[in-house]
Antibody
Framework: QVQLQESGPGLVKPSQTLSLTCTVS??????????WSWIRQHPGKGLEWIGY???????YYNPSLKSRVTISVDTSKNQFSLKLSSVTAADTAVYYC????????????WGQGTLVTVSS | QSALTQPASVSGSPGQSITISCTGT?????????VSWYQQHPGKAPKLMIY???NRPSGVSNRFSGSKSGNTASLTISGLQAEDEADYYC??????????FGGGTKLTVL
């Protein structure tokens, strides 16, 4: 049973860096070819794709966030992480980690989501 | 990359069928058969309902079906049930190798 669980601070101050970790169980990140992804949802709004990392370390980001986003992987801990720098109130959202199946590109497992509020 | 266009809301009575559209461009929906659909109940994570335009994952009811014509993909739910009331999102792969979601559609079962 594949499971994903987000963790990290629920409150971040403006201009600081948001840091979240996704812990994966039921499958080894390092032995499979999936894309490990981050997706966010602003309060009451739709879903926004942030980007993904492959266990090899290759990444791909949403161009609108690319200058502020870093996704990394720690295969020894079976975790992957998101860092979003220079946050503002506009980055307040529920952040989901998810597994994406490459070609045909769909998200088959999701974490429960974690709300991150940007406020002083 | 602009979000795919979905109707803000649709509604139907139990037992009826409804269709939710998802309109993009030749750079996303129209260019690939990589459209997926997600169901999201309030306060819950999205759940995969359809992938690769029309494929259903194991465990998803066959009342859910997907199709595509040109730049528009569609999700049809037949035999509406109260439990189908949720938000639905489409997603597509794009020529830029990014992923784009639709704005979401709120389904109300009357």
């Amino acid at each position: 049973q594949v499971q994903l669980q987000e963790s990290g601070p629920g409150l971040v101050k403006p201009s600081q860096t948001l840091s979240l970790t996704c812990t994966v169980s039921g499958v080894s990140i390092g032995s499979t070819g999936y894309f490990w992804s981050w997706i966010r949802q602003h309060p009451g709004k739709g879903l926004e794709w942030i980007g993904y990392i492959h266990y090899s370390g290759s990444t791909y980001y949403n161009p609108s966030l690319k200058s502020r986003v870093t996704i990394s992987v720690d295969t020894s801990k079976n975790q992957f992480s998101l860092k979003l720098s220079s946050v503002t109130a506009a980055d307040t959202a529920v952040y989901y980690c998810a597994r994406e199946v490459p070609s045909p590109y769909y998200f088959d497992y999701w974490g429960q989501g974690t709300l991150v509020t940007v406020s002083s | 990359q602009s979000a795919l266009t979905q109707p803000a809301s649709v509604s139907g009575s139990p037992g009826q069928s409804i269709t939710i559209s998802c309109t993009g461009t030749s750079s996303d929906v129209g260019g690939y058969n990589y459209v997926s659909w997600y169901q999201q109940h309030p306060g819950k994570a999205p759940k995969l309902m359809i992938y690769e335009v029309s494929n259903r994952p194991s465990g998803v009811s066959n009342r859910f079906s997907g199709s595509k014509s040109g730049n528009t993909a569609s999700l049809t739910i037949s035999g509406l049930q109260a439990e189908d009331e949720a938000d639905y999102y489409c997603n597509s792969y794009t020529t830029s190798s990014t992923r784009v979601f639709g704005g979401g559609t709120k389904l109300t079962v009357l």
